[in-house]
């Protein structure tokens, strides 16, 4: 049955996310209606929350930090070999299914913002699961093109 209100989308998010031992937070902000972080049975940190300004939808987060030692061998890069690794970088991540955002600027970003909508009418623990499988894929998938590219991390 699908969910009706932000209440019900709230709670059906935290206790899918209980059940499977991926709750961590309640992280609610100024700019959401609710906002729960959990860690995957893969270790990946995200997020489940439903911003104000969005009205029956809730969203499945992760960003994925491109770090200063990778960040200097991109700055390092001549203009046409940084404009190659990005759009290389887009066009693979085009068909990993969530959406995404590099930021805060596009030439050079400093991390990637992964989301997967789901709209009440469809908010079950299965799409839920999919969404975490789908963003797990795109961030294993940037972080082998970027490590690829611009080196191993400092933390690796």
């Given at each position: 049955m699908p969910v009706k209100t932000p209440e019900e989308a709230a709670s059906f998010v935290r206790k899918?996310?209980?059940d499977r031992n991926f709750f961590k937070n309640d992280l609610r902000k100024d700019g959401a209606l609710f906002s729960y972080e959990g860690i995957s049975g893969a270790g990946l940190a995200f997020a489940v929350q439903?911003?104000?300004d969005y009205l029956r939808v809730v969203g499945v987060t992760t960003r994925l930090i491109i770090d200063s030692k990778q960040q200097k061998a991109l700055a390092d890069l001549d203009a046409k070999e940084r404009d190659?690794?990005?759009k290389g970088l887009r066009s693979?991540?085009?068909f990993k299914g969530p959406a995404y955002v590099l930021g805060p600027k596009e030439?050079?970003?400093e991390?990637?913002?992964f989301i997967k909508e789901i709209s009440y009418d469809e908010l079950t623990e299965g799409r839920l699961m999919d969404a975490v499988d789908q963003i797990n894929r795109a961030v294993i998938f940037a972080s082998i093109i970027i490590t690829d590219n611009l080196g191993e991390s400092e933390g690796e």
């Open positions: 899918w996310m209980e439903q911003p104000k190659v690794f990005i693979g991540l085009l030439g050079s970003p991390w990637v913002l």
